[in-house]
């Protein structure tokens, strides 16, 4: 088969209508919401917000469950001859942990976010889905994220970033 018949009999050149039946009105409903949902889902800036704040809300939890390991969480202690109600005690607690919670979600949101929106912009840039997408999309975020510490060490976000959602890509790429 040549280039010329490969082309023409291609599912790009076919016309399919002849062949379409009328659907139900059930089958026309979740086509119109597939259709909804793959215009949400190539909208760039749409979905690098959704993974900004499901990023956020994995921050959240990452920075409850870390603040639960460190040291220095002092609410818990009381001075002798001082008596604190429970009540006082988890409220010293929660003061303490919603700082390190809105951090770690803040941090997570950002790099999920601008990860997601830099991989976004190259997909479609590159028309292509590979590896080499995920080392440019982390080479950008981690200049962009380490670019107010000066140049040496957005080139060293750069480099970091690329090396780590690069191995990222390829370990998920072999386990499909």
């Known amino acids: 088969m040549d280039d010329f018949e490969r082309a023409i009999l291609s599912n790009a050149y076919v016309n399919h209508t002849l062949l379409r039946r009328d659907l139900t009105p059930e089958e026309a409903a979740v086509q119109s919401a597939l259709k909804i949902q793959q215009s949400v889902y190539e909208n760039c800036l749409?979905?690098?917000?959704?993974?900004?704040?499901?990023?956020?809300?994995?921050?959240?939890?990452?920075?409850?469950?870390?603040?639960?390991?460190?040291?220095?969480?002092?609410?818990?202690?009381?001075?002798?001859?001082?008596?604190?109600?429970?009540?006082?005690?988890?409220?010293?607690?929660?003061?303490q942990c919603v700082p390190a919670v809105k951090s770690s979600a803040r941090n997570f949101a950002k790099i999920g976010f601008l990860y997601s929106l830099f991989e976004c912009f190259i997909q479609k840039y590159r028309a292509k889905s590979d590896v080499r997408n995920s080392l440019y999309s982390g080479c950008s975020t981690g200049a962009l994220l380490a670019l107010k510490n000066g140049p040496i060490a957005s080139a060293g976000g750069c480099m970091g970033f690329a090396a780590f959602s690069g191995l990222i890509d390829k370990y998920q790429q072999s386990h499909r």
């Open 46 to 95: 749409i979905r690098a917000s959704l993974i900004g704040v499901s990023s956020a809300v994995i921050g959240s939890l990452v920075g409850a469950f870390f603040f639960t390991l460190h040291a220095s969480n002092t609410a818990h202690i009381v001075t002798e001859g001082e008596t604190a109600t429970i009540r006082s005690q988890l409220y010293a607690q929660y003061r």
